[in-house]
């Protein structure tokens, strides 16, 4: 039940309503009366956690160097720096549209997070007053920029070269120096077309006209995420890419480092591993099963259907080494490499997976180099999954590519604060492993008041909020973070 209080005008037959204030007799005993006061309350207060641990590892900050600024310093109200993290923090908090930040804006502690000392928006003209952050329009043209420049609106330029690199760079610069070997992990997952966009192509795989990005992950960090076409499997890129990770980590540990490139059967392709064997790079691929590995492999699926049937369990499996290549055009000059096939036979039926690899038998035995070694790879699935469900990554509904790039990028970003958050802040907690939207939920999404005053901005959350013990663990923490 909600009671409204109301009150009559003299000069006018009508009645004027003043929600501002809410009852709820039936509840309890007493009455619950919801009202509005003047002290703000943001639901948002988590932000402080990712705008110190960004500050703390400078990462808005180099990332806002991948960008050319063409506006008038003179007339610039929202600063590079301030408009990338409102859009980044944003899509880290769970507001991915760019129509959310025509409520955000106006929040004090998002604006002090993004770095703007007019928390409360008092300087601002008389449209924009009380709003001190951008809204979706100026967000908008800063994502429009990418495909096109003007001289009036999109002025922003972003280097793309520079934007690749960052991502590729951070992943380097923040590998423990006593790093013997690194495990990069290659995967395409499908965006799915909004309309008549640029670059819609049909891909049979996924059934749909898609995008088909291409992610590249060492363990929970990202390392790549470039956005691509679906109608070819652009090995040449893929290729040209990884020779750039590859380089920059031979620049900072010599060849002594040990890199082990991981992906399913659609990157097992000649020029991918001839590009590993030329720059002395091992590989774990998957390798799509055909006739003349079916045939090698009989004996020993006859011998595993024979265990299902004796041992009546529910399933029965067994792993035969084999040294093969194909015969195509492509392969003449590739040496025989290893390959492992699982014989599995199950209630399901029976079940023949193949890959391919470089890795030496004295290294790893092949149930090893099948289950301990190939079968982590499922992981990098799940921080695709990350990306796309908790942090929006496929919300590349602009016209243009270039601009659904720039999305992509910022999605990628937000993905890294929280990783960095969860990696070096949440360390002994169960957070520690937890997503994003875990994450999001029990420590970003926390309601807060906050006061203002010509000195400071008090946020205070409810000594009743359940995580407050760990909450207090990770300002801690935080605080103490070198850079």
Known sequence: MQKLTTTTSPTQDKTECNQNRFEFPDLISRKVVFEANEQFVTANAGTILLAHMDRNQKIMETFSECFVDHRRAELVEHSLESLLRQRVYGIAMG???????DRLRADPLLAACCGRNDVEGRNRSVEDEGK???GKSTLNR????AQDLDDKYKKIEPKVDCLEAFFIDF????LPKRTREVVLDLDTTDDLIHGDQEGSFYHAYYD???YCPLYVFCGG???????RTGESEHIEDTVEITGRIVKALRKRFGHSLKILLRADSGFSRVELIQFCREEEVDFLFGFGGNKILKRLVRGTMQQVQSMFEYNKSDKEKLYRELKYKPGTDGWKGEPKYRVVAKCEVNEQGSNTRFVMTSLPISRIDALGLYEDIYCARGDMENRIKEQKLDLKSDRTSTHWMASNQLRL???TLAYLLVHRLRSLIFQGTKWAKATCARIRLDFFKVAATVKTSCRRVVVSINAGYPYKEVWDLVLGRLLQLKT
């Open 95 to 101: 507001y991915e549209d760019l129509n959310d930040h």
């Open 132 to 134: 001190p952050l951008a």
């Open 142 to 145: 800063l994502e429009l920029s």
């Open 171 to 174: 992943f380097v610069d923040n």
């Open 208 to 210: 749909n006209y898609c």
């Open 221 to 227: 960090m990202p390392v790549v995420s470039k956005l």
């Open 409 to 411: 990028w910022f999605s």
